[in-house]
């Protein structure tokens, strides 16, 4: 992978990372039911992250010399409290798998600092795993 390619590979991440935004708005909005008000507050908290990562993904296709993209990439509207978090959770479960490839590869392309400044996304993208995971399998409805 050359630089380029790892700023295409960025770009891509942050149009997950605007998909995400998104989705959690819409979930966070249209989700209801008294026993997923915690969840809820959760994944508010959720989504000010996520807009801290597209910020950090930004940044750093800025430093690299890229141009951050705006595309977003499409999904399914969905307003069923459990497909909602099942979607939630798979959108994460990528991002994790992704930035785990992208830490790798900033630090094979001689980028320590790239690679430091994505750091943080991989634990927060845990704990969202973490969260979301015990959430649909019952722990009382709560994130």
Excluded: C, W
Excluded at 8 to 21: C, K, M, V
Aim: proline share 3%.
């Amino acid at each position: 992978m050359n630089k380029q390619e790892f700023i295409e590979a960025l770009n891509e991440d942050l149009t997950t990372e605007y998909r995400s935004i998104i989705q959690y708005i819409q979930h966070v909005s249209s989700v209801k039911g008294a026993k997923y008000q915690q969840t809820l507050k959760e994944l508010d908290k959720h989504l000010s992250q996520e807009l801290s990562h597209a910020m950090t993904l930004a940044k750093q296709i800025d430093f690299l010399g890229g141009q951050a993209s705006n595309a977003v990439q499409p999904f399914q509207t969905e307003t069923d409290p459990e497909k909602a978090l099942r979607q939630d959770l798979r959108v994460e479960e990528g991002q994790l798998e992704r930035y785990r490839a992208r830490v790798e590869q900033a630090a094979e392309l001689g980028l320590p600092d790239v690679a430091e400044a994505l750091a943080p996304l991989l634990e927060q993208t845990q704990d969202h795993i973490r969260e979301l995971r015990a959430a649909l399998g019952g722990a009382a409805g709560r994130l």
